[in-house]
């Protein structure tokens, strides 16, 4: 991993967490399914990612948002939910 990431993460991980570093060769896209779902209104899209945890096995997950302010609130709607997660947005440092 490129030592300029490996700072970046130094800085938003806890001191205390593992690092895991796996060689290219080693990486594999196995088991990765990638969704994307198109939503009318921007009402719906909560629910629609409700609805979609609700119905297949996830057990890892990144969604993406286009601003802060739009994770964050999703972040708070998850928990609210009960979700488990950890966000991150290029403001947070």
Do not use: W
């Not at 800085?11 to 205390?16: E, F, L, P, S, W």
């Not at 739009?70 to 403001?91: D, I, P, Q």
């Amino acid at each position: 991993m490129p030592p300029d990431i490996l700072k970046i993460t130094d800085n938003i991980m806890r001191k205390d967490a593992a690092r895991i570093l796996v060689k290219n060769e080693e990486l594999t896209l196995d088991g990765i399914k990638q969704y994307y779902v198109t939503i009318d209104k921007e009402d719906y899209k909560f629910d629609t990612l409700v609805e979609l945890f609700s119905n297949l096995p996830i057990n890892q997950c990144i969604i993406y948002a286009s601003q802060r302010k739009r994770v964050e609130e999703l972040a708070a709607k998850m928990k609210e939910k009960n979700f488990t997660l950890s966000y991150m947005h290029g403001e947070m440092g």
